[in-house]
């Protein structure tokens, strides 16, 4: 049965700075690995290095690179200079880009070691053995700070898209400079060009530290995720048409490291049978984050924890990013994965801060998500579709 004393319990063993690669994540690791033993089930470790390029360095690059192309246009130099000055950044930014199209090899600057953990449920039905008909539930170890809340970050990144904009349309206009009408030119591309590289800036000054104790993102998810593991450990409690699958990765907070690790090595998983749910942070609301191609099972669960009977509400946060922003789920999403992410909109307001804190959590929420969750996918495998 669920029990919100356990999801408490778990809640408070795994709310610490646990920053990927760290030590400290190795730790919320294998407080994790002794919690499954406990349940006497056969796990997975799946064991990478990664970089911190992706998340940390890439997008200084990125910006501050931008920002200063704008300028070699801006400014009044040589025509052979600008050219050269563009080539530089560009071939920069490209090769900086090309790179990340598969973060997950990166192996320079500095390498860093983590782990997911993957617990396998089998089904009550032999029939379905190797099918690749999955429910999987995911939920990420790590927890990082910031220096700027996330809520800021979002406004200085459309700050730098917006002056980009501008940009690009006043500096159509620089001809200006050259008949005459040199003052007008930067005036009507000096501002907007301040503000470009003041976002740029704030961009770089963005450092990520340990100083969070991730209590809502994301122990909240691991909590879940522990308490699902729980229930369905029962053989009594197991799905007759689904295996059950449980995925805690490591590095979710330095570019989802680990669930593309996870994605690389996946095998026996249909993903138009198959469901995933994401758990990244909830605290007193919740939101199911829909990634809009799912198909007629997933829709179907969806129907019934819409209209639960357990006394949540939950509503759908629709967004252009597949069920989740920057999150395990949204990779998975652009992969095709079919499924939900589970979150709170409000929790943006102390992510990644030293006030993401076990006060924040309500633990009769999680209860009743966990409820909700196991209602209906049990209401669903009775009126399973082929």
């Not at 999987?136 to 002056?163: A, M």
């Not at 593991?229 to 490291?257: H, I, Q």
């Not at 499924?339 to 909109?345: A, K, T």
């Not at 009769?364 to 669903?380: A, G, I, P, Q």
Request: aromatic share 14%; proline share 2%.
């Amino acid at each position: 049965m669920i029990e919100e004393n356990r999801i408490k319990k778990h809640l408070t063993k795994f709310a610490f700075p646990r920053l990927s690669g760290t030590k400290f994540e190795l730790k919320a690791f294998n407080q994790l690995k002794k919690e499954v033993e406990k349940l006497n089930l056969n796990f997975e470790v799946q064991t990478f290095t990664f970089s911190s390029f992706y998340s940390r360095i890439y997008p200084k690059i990125a910006f501050s690179s931008g920002s200063l192309v704008y300028l070699s246009f801006y400014l009044k130099l040589h025509p052979i200079l600008i050219a050269i000055f563009v080539i530089i950044l560009s071939s920069l930014l490209i090769s900086s880009y090309m790179l990340t199209r598969k973060p997950e090899r990166i192996q320079f600057i500095k390498k860093f070691n983590s782990q997911n953990l993957i617990v396998r449920v089998n089904s009550i039905s032999d029939k379905i053995k190797d099918k690749g008909r999955i429910v999987l539930f995911i939920s990420h170890l790590d927890s990082k700070g910031q220096r700027f809340k996330i809520q800021n970050r979002i406004r200085v990144i459309k700050l730098w898209i917006g002056t980009s904009i501008i940009l690009l349309v006043a500096l159509s206009f620089k001809f200006l400079s050259y008949i005459g009408f040199e003052l007008i030119f930067y005036v009507i591309a000096g501002c907007p060009l301040v503000l470009n590289f003041l976002a740029s800036i704030l961009i770089v000054l963005n450092v990520t530290d340990n100083r969070s104790q991730g209590a809502v993102d994301n122990a909240s998810g691991i909590a879940c995720n522990l308490e699902l593991l729980n229930f369905y450990s029962d053989p009594k409690n197991r799905l007759y048409n689904y295996d059950v699958w449980f995925l805690f990765t490591g590095a979710e907070e330095c570019g989802t490291m680990g669930v593309r690790n996870f994605y690389n090595n996946l095998k026996n998983y249909d993903p138009k049978k198959s469901i995933a749910f994401n758990f990244e942070s909830i605290a007193k609301h919740v939101y199911l984050y829909p990634g809009g191609k799912e198909g007629t099972n997933a829709q179907d669960i969806d129907k019934f924890i819409l209209n639960n009977t357990r006394n949540l509400r939950i509503n759908h946060y629709v967004t252009n990013r597949v069920f989740g922003t920057h999150s395990d789920g949204g990779f998975l999403g652009s992969k095709g994965i079919q499924g939900y992410g589970i979150g709170e909109v409000e929790a943006y307001d102390y992510m990644h801060t030293p006030n993401d804190t076990l006060d924040k959590i309500d633990t009769t929420v999680l209860k009743k998500l966990c409820l909700v969750l196991t209602d209906s996918l049990k209401k669903h495998d009775a009126t399973f579709f082929e």
